[in-house]
């Protein structure tokens, strides 16, 4: 097998009238400073740089001519002038917070054949990279966030697009869900490599429901049945952020930028995600990939939708107002814990590009899927891994990702991660306002959230809900003996919530969106999907890479 790092091209070079020795292998261009001394200069600037080949976005050809400063101006092609041959790379440079920028080098070559040669050999390199997409499905919420989503896609993304030689087919929304019905019937999807949505959190829903609809249709399965195990979406998703909320752009990227996000999809990123879909009685109500909240998020949501003339400020606005009314919630939470898996909701790790605990785990997950598919695992087996938890809740959330974003950066759950089949699911069980106070305080702190007596985490592959209304006459029996005498008048209240206390319901929030059954089924479906992102980097590998002696 030919090594990725022997070299295919050697050359002298001038950038900026200044000599570079600029190397080519498979994996990686170099472009260094030829030394005119050989002393060592420790503040001269960095005059080593090397780029992967996969972070390359494209090679232009320029027809240029050298001016007195030095840089370079582009001119139209003149028969009989001194014009030396040049060619651009453009390429992805890290900036600060995982923002990624496309930065560009021009070379001057010293004869046209070596010119042609180079940019034959770069555009080799990229067309054997086959993650890349060639032809895009984009859908641009034209009402998202600021309303912005068009005039950022035209500026910021389509240029780029086009400099990469990415063939896009762009459908501008005119309703609400326009995007997921076409995808669901019209959509040609064989034609395309990916689909890109533009706008917010509650337009990326739109795709995956669509999305994730058709291919289980193409294939047969039943979505009204959470048993059914659900095929893998073949299509990446990208997501180029103009909404209000971006979370799912957050978590996945690490910032909400829009040339980040195109960058990433033109360089073929994939990132693997889970999927919990959730299901009433045996009918598919909605898919999730964020947060499923109850209870305290529930009402937050609940209430700032009659505020939404507001803007984002509606949610501060609601936390609070939901904070001081302090209800509670009395039902049955009954959930499979994840087993043979590695890595707890308490672990100090995070889960980063390349993650290891989602590999480990998304590998068992799809051993023990052929298992249960031999019928190695019985049902009965299963059936005794329930365990239930009764009680009295401020809030029940499953967290199917950390849910970082800019407001929290921790997130409700630092340690949950987007590919390991699995979700965090936090009780909080009925404490005083101060108790729920200092809960909260501790997302945007550094203490641990979970190490409160009143809170509890599981990382789950599977769980139900029922409110205790609708809990079976055993159950309410089960119940009224273990608290040990009759609740007739607590009974009376939930029955006429004009006494003002507790409701007996709250509603879920599902990813934002307020769902109508509070009985539900919830099943993660390991990497159900894929985007076009990587997950966000380590600190280390981004320095490693900019650092000009590192590779
Ligand atoms: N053309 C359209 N007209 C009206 N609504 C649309 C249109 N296209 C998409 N939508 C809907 O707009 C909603 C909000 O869109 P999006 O997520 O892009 O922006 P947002 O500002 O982040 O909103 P939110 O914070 O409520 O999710 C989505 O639920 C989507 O279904």
Redesign the pocket.
Known sequence: MEKPNRLLLLSELRVRNTAYDVSLSRSVLTWKRRSSSPVYHPFRPSVCHNVPVSEIVAVREEEEENRDDGSWKKIKEREGKDCRQAFTVLYVERCQRHRWRCAEVTFACPDEALCQLWISSIREQLAATTSRPKHLLV?I??????RK?KHIYELKVAPLFAQAGIRTHVI?????????DHLKTQAELKKFDGVV??????????IIHGLIWRTQADNGRNLNSPEETLLPCSLRIGIIP?????CICFATVGTNDPVTSALHIIVGDSQSMDVCSVHHNNTFLRYSVSLLGYGFYGDVLTDSERK?WMG?ARYDLSGVKMFLTHHYYEGSVSYLPARDIIGTPRDPGRCHSGCSVCQHNGEKHSESAERYKMDIASESESDMEWRTIRGKFLAINAASMSCACPRSPKGLSPAAHLADGTTDLILVRKCSRFDFLRHLLRHTSKDDQFDLNFVEVHRVRRFCFTPRHCQSDSDLELDLRENGKRQIFSQICRDHPACGCTPAYSSWNCD??ILTHTAIDVRVHCQLIKLFARGIEEPTVFEDLTNPCAI
Request: some cysteine; overall charge negative; hydrophobic content about 20%.
């Open positions: 859908y919420n034209p009402y998202g966030g600021k989503g501008v929304t005119d309703y609400a869900n326009h995007a997921r949505c533009v706008g917010g959190d509650g337009m990326f829903s739109e103009a909404g209000s909320t971006d939404r984002p934002g969106e």
